[in-house]
């Protein structure tokens, strides 16, 4: 496609080549040059931005037609509305200043990885439909497993347990609560009463996960001071629905918790569910990765002997979403439920069981290369590069804790993991509620609120890929004054 296209059926191409509308290789080499530049210009800046976009709903749909083009568009005119109409509708989270939710880390290995894998295209369902594909991913969660601290036995190598990339934790959860309801059920025409357990801090996919597998029963379960899952809370909760005729079926146990990044006691529940043979699935989405450091693994002990694992690199692994990372213990019951195969997708090397296929290993059949972006993150970074920045910003959390717990108006909200601390106003709600409206009130920093019960707080969440020392030297700052006054 060079400039705008003739139309094909108007007279002033009469006889002349077949039109094309696609961007030719040359083209796609100056636009993409120019796109580099675009991002890496946002990189040097973001940290000047305003966090936190101000439009009102309907603005940015308001700046693009209500129909579709019918005509082309010149490239140089969409690059050019990415400042004029996304721009001013984007939150900017790789901002330095980006200290809300959770981080939702990007690298530049990662954005190339990315790029690369949206140019080969590829459908990676089966092994024969791109080898790469498969082999790189298997290799990588495999290293992972090593990287973590996880059994070795789940590894695809030596197995019988294997890794998979999945696009979100939800995904692997709610996947993991089907595979779990079909072991149980194998060969059985009855569907007995199922219960879900999980605990009152946990993430809503583990709810949403039953509620996908159809199992008609959700506890959530108490937490102890410690806002950790309380195993005799659950024992009871078990016992009390054998009593009643119910089935238990999967507890989920959490290292990190979304809330306030508690951690729950995986031995203890990992000891419960093989007593009462429960699934026991871990969600490590946001802790996992911090797992790479061997001085914080006791904090998952017991995940080995889980059934299966979760964590998200996508979340601050510095690989942008979606990269999601399951472990099963045993492959065989995830392919089990899993696998349907219908003539057309029949093929030699499948049938050799010498491949894997990932399509038996989710619930959509296509799939795309996620594995060349963590790929290129876990080698350009390396174990080390990773392990020294997860470290960095876990230390620079715990010297805000401390300031936190020294302060005469601030205190600590729960116990501080990771890169998490959760803090409140001494003077109760209305002072906490106005600390956070008064630090969000400085253009380029923004952080959540969140509540336990009735009591609100703040959460200050250290560890995007943008994050420095003097970004929360400054923060600290503002905290200290807005929180004095
Ligand atoms: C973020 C988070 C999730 C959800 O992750 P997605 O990949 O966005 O689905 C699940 N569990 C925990 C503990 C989380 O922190």
């Known amino acids: 496609m060079t ?101 939702a880390t990007t690298s530049g290995p990662s954005i190339l990885g990315e790029l690369v894998s949206a140019g080969l295209g590829v459908q990676g369902m089966l092994w024969s439909t791109s080898p790469a594909a498969t082999e790189i991913e298997s290799r990588v969660t495999d290293w992972l497993v090593d990287l973590l601290g996880l059994p070795a036995a789940w590894r695809n190598r030596t197995g019988p347990g294997g890794g998979v990339l999945q696009s979100s934790a939800s995904d692997s959860t709610h996947l993991i609560h089907v595979v779990a309801r079909e072991r149980a059920t194998a060969g059985q025409n009855d569907r007995p009463a199922f219960v879900a357990y999980t605990s009152a801090q946990a993430h809503s996919s583990v709810e949403k996960g039953a509620r996908v597998a159809g199992i008609e029963h959700f506890r959530a379960i108490d937490v102890d001071e410690n806002l950790s899952l309380d195993p005799e809370a659950l024992r009871a909760a078990i016992t009390a629905d054998r009593d009643a005729g119910l089935t238990p079926l999967i507890v989920t146990s959490v290292v990190g918790t979304t809330g306030t990044a508690a951690i729950d006691p995986i031995a203890a529940i990992s000891k419960i569910a093989s007593d009462e043979s429960l699934w026991h699935h871990v969600d490590a989405a946001y802790g996992g990765s911090a797992m790479i450091c061997p001085e914080l693994r006791h904090l998952q002990e017991g995940a080995a002997l889980a059934d299966s694992y979760t964590f998200n690199p996508h979340k601050w692994m510095f690989t942008n979403f979606d990269c999601n990372v399951l472990w099963v213990a045993d492959r065989a019951s995830l392919i089990d439920a899993m696998s349907i195969t219908p003539p057309y997708l029949r093929n030699a090397a499948s049938e050799s069981g010498k491949v894997i296929d990932y399509r038996d290993w989710q619930v959509p059949l296509g799939r795309r290369f996620r594995a060349l972006k963590l790929w290129w993150v876990l080698r350009s970074y390396g174990a080390e590069g990773i392990r020294h920045h997860l470290g960095e910003y876990i230390r620079l959390t715990q010297a805000v804790a401390a300031k936190i717990e020294q302060h005469d108006h601030l205190a600590l909200t729960a116990p501080v993991h990771f890169g998490l601390v959760c803090f409140h106003h001494r003077s109760g709600n ?56």
């Open 3 to 103: 400039d705008l296209l003739p139309d094909p059926d108007s007279s002033d191409n009469p006889g002349g080549p077949t039109p094309s509308y696609h961007m030719d290789p040359d083209e796609f080499r100056r636009h993409g040059y120019a796109l580099i530049d675009w991002l890496a210009n946002y990189m040097e800046t973001v940290g000047e931005r305003q966090v936190m976009p101000g439009v009102e709903p309907g603005d940015i749909a308001a700046s693009i037609p209500a129909t579709a083009p019918e005509k082309p568009e010149r490239f140089e005119d969409l690059i050019g509305d990415l400042d004029k109409v996304v721009m001013p509708g984007i939150t900017h989270w790789q901002s330095p200043g980006w200290f809300a939710y959770y981080p």
């Open 430 to 485: 209305e002072a906490t509620d106005a600390l956070l409206n008064e630090i969000n009130r400085v253009p380029n920093i923004y952080l959540t609120g969140s509540s336990l019960g009735s009591e609100r707080f703040i959460r200050l969440s250290i560890g995007s890929t943008s994050t420095t020392a003097e970004a929360v030297d400054r923060l600290w700052g503002i905290i200290d004054r807005a929180a004095s006054t």
